[in-house]
């Protein structure tokens, strides 16, 4: 497996892919407590949802990408990348939002 060049470049990717992850689970409870004022229950809780939100994305993405990939498998990168883009929007919302304190 390690002696595949194809083999290496995805395991380098896996990698490098998955340290932006860690970093936003790590530091968003942080971000929302300490810079959008939330309180430390809260900003764990919205931290939960994201990670559920997450979970349950790419849950569903596999499922609909393997239909799209048996219906036409040309569409499957337009699929991933349309996905992706639309997944920024939430995100921002979360990290620029206007919210109220109850």
């Known amino acids: 497996m390690r002696n595949n060049e194809s083999n ?5 990717q896996g990698f490098f892919s998955s340290v932006p992850w860690g970093i936003i689970f790590v530091f968003l ?3 929302l407590s300490q810079e959008r ?5 809260d900003a764990t809780y919205l931290v939960a949802v ?7 994305g790419g849950i569903l993405g596999g499922y609909w ?13 337009l ?10 929007f ?3 919302g979360l990290l620029n939002g206007s ?3 109850a």
């Open 29 to 31: 409870n942080d971000y």
């Open 50 to 56: 994201f990670g559920i939100g997450c979970a349950v």
């Open 65 to 77: 990408g393997q239909i799209i990939q048996s219906w036409n498998r040309s569409y499957l990168p």
């Open 37 to 41: 004022g939330f309180s430390v229950p």
């Open 99 to 101: 919210f109220t304190n």
């Open 90 to 92: 939430p995100f921002l």
């Open 8 to 12: 290496m470049i995805i395991l380098w």
């Open 79 to 88: 699929f991933m990348s349309g996905t992706t883009f639309l997944g920024i």
